[in-house]
């Protein structure tokens, strides 16, 4: 079978005052998957999608969406890609409609506002502003701005920190929604439950250094009842093997 | 770049910037008045209005330049607060993930918003500075303020005064807003813009018969300087991370 690369890294380096956050990594995310990385806080997780995204200049080495290198081409890669990372900023005297249609106009498509509101569940916000939103609801406004122009690719750094557990099965749902339509998920976070449910493979990264790429079905099935220990295990670098 | 511009407009409140161009209007306009009829009430205390700073206040071509200074340094401020609010919080720390997340040119956003707030500064002042100072001229024309009749003469050096100090109150502005960039600081945009603008008012001061020439001399300088740091801030912001 002739899998498409939605996300590749390539000896990705990145180094911050001399100090270095990740080292040689290279991975490969085929197009369609749920891609999950897993790591402590700290471990490289959100420095890595920001490299994915062009954000950031690699110290060495490169990513690529689509064939395209996300430094040098990244206004090519930016049109391609949803993200979520870090703590999401808004104009917060806008109302939620108000800053999806600026970032509809930005990207240069359009989208029907309302119905992306309805899926992340902000249907009823109207014209409050903003800055009188719950984390909660600045976390959903924040998916939704991710996914309304209808990215190939969605980077998701944490994306279900400040969600309650009803939002975070609606945010599960919605995620594996939008794969069976054909995008490309990557989704990083520190939470081993989350990675489990919605994930098919994983990377676990520990101080910017790939532990192990695997695909989570197989894990589960050979560490049936202590994968959380397996993976803890892997996380902390044998400090919690089981 | 009109759309970039347009984008600008609806996501910034504008009308904050309006409303503080009407102010300073205002504002001005009380101290014309009380300039104007300064030696009028100095000299009805029998004090002989011979002191330099009333001489100014007594012809047109002493009293344009100095309401104009007081212009300069309200949207000198002005203008740097708009460049801080505009740009310089909007590339600070993570808050920059945002506008380094869309599939535009960097520099194109950059440029809109220097644009924006230059124009916005420049017209602005242009017309607050024309509005006051022919309507003190109006009103001083009926009633007798100043002894000098403000005719066309005097109306088209007032333009011609507006327009030069219009420019260099924003190129103030966009200097002030570089030195404010790199501590990503809104106070330090505000004090650079006093401290560029001081200057200008005390060469006023001190030579009011050269005034003209001495602030296009200004305008020209900082217009260059303002150029030289714009395209300076376009490279920096097309390597920037999003940290």
């Not at chain 2, 047109?60 to 212009?71: A, D, V």
Request: glycine letters at 8%; aromatic letters at 8%.
């Amino acid at each position: 079978m002739n899998t498409k690369i939605a996300v590749e890294t390539k000896n990705l380096c990145k180094e911050f005052d001399g100090k270095s956050v990740l080292n040689h990594l290279e991975i490969r995310v085929d197009q369609g998957e749920i891609y999950g990385i897993l790591g402590t806080n700290g471990a490289g997780k959100t420095t890595l999608l920001k490299l994915i995204a062009g954000l950031m200049e690699p110290t060495e080495g490169g990513a690529y969406v689509l064939g395209e290198n996300s430094w040098e081409q990244r206004n090519k890669v930016l049109s391609n890609i949803g993200s979520l990372i870090e703590v999401p900023y808004f104009y917060e005297h806008l109302s939620a409609s108000q800053n999806l249609s600026l970032h509809l106009e930005y990207m240069g498509v359009s989208a029907d506002i309302g119905k992306v509101l309805r899926d992340v569940g902000l249907s009823d916000t109207g014209n409050k502003p903003v800055s009188k939103f719950s984390l909660g609801m600045r976390q959903r406004l924040g998916i939704a701005r991710s996914i309304i122009h209808r990215p190939k690719i969605l980077l998701l750094d944490e994306p279900i920190n400040g969600l309650d557990p009803v939002a975070i099965r609606e945010m599960r749902e919605l995620f594996i929604l939008l794969k069976n339509k054909g995008m490309t998920i990557l989704l990083s976070s520190h939470n081993l439950s989350e990675i489990e449910q919605t994930v098919e493979r994983v990377l676990v990264i520990a101080n910017g250094t790939l532990i192990e790429v695997a695909n989570l079905e197989e894990l589960k099935n050979t560490h049936q009842n202590n994968l959380e220990n397996y993976l803890i295990g892997r996380l902390s670098g044998g400090k919690y093997n089981d | 770049m009109i759309k970039l511009i347009s984008l600008e407009l609806r996501r910034n409140k504008i009308s904050t910037f309006l409303i503080a161009s009407l102010i300073i209007a205002v504002v001005i306009l009380g101290f014309t008045f009380l300039f104007g009829y300064g030696p009028q009430i100095e000299a009805s205390k029998g004090v002989m209005p011979n002191d330099t700073a009333f001489e100014i206040f007594m012809t047109w071509k002493g009293c344009i330049p100095l309401i104009g200074t007081l212009f300069l340094g309200s949207f000198a401020v002005m203008s740097a607060i708009m460049n801080a609010k505009f740009t310089v919080a909007e590339y600070d720390g993570k808050r920059a993930i945002l506008l380094f997340s869309y599939p535009v040119k960097r520099s194109r956003i950059l440029f809109a918003k220097c644009i924006l707030v230059f124009g916005f500064t420049s017209i602005a002042m242009f017309i607050c500075n024309i509005a006051v100072v022919s309507f003190f001229g109006l009103i001083s024309n009926a009633v007798g303020i100043l002894p000098e009749t403000f005719t066309t003469s005097e109306f088209l050096y007032l333009l011609k005064f507006s327009v030069v100090l219009s420019l260099l109150a924003s190129s103030v502005g966009l200097v002030a807003m570089r030195i404010g960039f790199i501590k990503k600081s809104l106070s330090a945009s505000i004090v650079s813009a006093i401290i560029l603008v001081g200057p200008c008012g005390s060469l006023f001061s001190k030579f009011p018969d050269h005034s003209f020439s001495m602030m296009l001399i200004g305008m020209v300088i900082l217009l260059v300087i303002g150029l030289i740091v714009f395209l300076e801030l376009l490279t920096k912001v097309n390597k920037m991370e999003a940290v």
